[in-house]
């Protein structure tokens, strides 16, 4: 079983559009992150939950947001999607303390 | 805040060719950790270190801890194929922040 997936692999969609994306880990860790990888390859951390708490925003458009129904999930919705949204989306787990990140396969976001 | 470089940003080795990427850190950190990610894949953990000088192995990747806690790097002995990939450092401050390395991306010609 996949320790931490995430839904869908792929997504394309028109600018305006609204989208999300699911992750769910099966690891009983606690915490949990949203990243985005660019085309360089840069990979920078979007949010972070807690036991379903936000405890790292960073300067993100409010047009993300997350939402963390339970400590095993945490989903990524966007609103009037954009061309520079197109990125891979990357879900992680970690349990607090060794903070070692295990990462889902991503979801390749292309926006036309 | 607090930032992370890595060097170099792009690596070409012929295959048995040695590498080695290096992280640095503006800030003293309380552990740093390494991670790979095959073209294509996710980033998968490679090793955490956490003891000013520490030196770990595992088969031909040595990874070492700087004495002050700033900078880090990962060594490759004799480079094969299925080392390809982007290496990252990631950094934690304490609790403060975990922030990622841009990354070296290394590429293996047989």
């Known amino acids: 079983d996949t320790a931490v997936s995430q839904t869908p692999k792929y997504l394309v969609t028109q600018m305006g559009n609204d989208k999300s994306i699911k992750c769910e880990q099966n690891?009983?860790?606690?915490?949990m992150y949203w990243y985005k990888q660019d085309s360089k390859k840069f990979l920078k951390i979007m949010f972070s939950?807690?036991?379903?708490?936000?405890?790292i925003n960073e300067t993100v458009p409010n047009r993300f947001s997350p939402k963390s129904p339970d400590k095993a999930h945490l989903n990524l919705h966007i609103n009037s999607l954009e061309l520079g949204d197109s990125a891979v989306y990357f879900c992680?787990?970690?349990?607090?303390?060794?903070?070692?990140?295990?990462f889902g396969a991503g979801t390749r976001l292309s926006v036309l | 805040g607090q930032q992370v470089m890595q060097i170099p940003q792009y690596q070409h080795v012929q295959e048995g060719e040695d590498f080695t990427t290096y992280c640095n850190s503006s800030?003293?950190?309380?552990?740093i950790q390494w991670y790979k990610q095959r073209p294509g894949g996710h980033p998968v953990f490679l090793i955490q270190?956490?003891?000013?000088?520490e030196v770990k192995k595992q088969k031909r990747l040595t990874f070492q801890f700087g004495e002050a806690k700033k900078n880090s790097s990962l060594h490759i002995t004799a480079t094969q194929t299925t080392d390809v990939g982007t290496y990252f450092c990631?950094?934690?401050?304490?609790?403060?922040?975990?922030?990622f390395g841009p990354g070296t991306r290394l590429s293996v010609l047989p």
């Open positions: 270190l956490v003891k000013s000088g």
């Open positions: 992680a787990s970690s349990q607090r303390g060794t903070e070692i990140q295990y």
């Open positions: 800030t003293t950190l309380s552990n």
């Open positions: 939950y807690n036991n379903k708490e936000l405890i």
């Open positions: 990631a950094a934690d401050n304490y609790g403060q922040n975990f922030v």
């Open positions: 690891l009983g860790h606690d915490t």
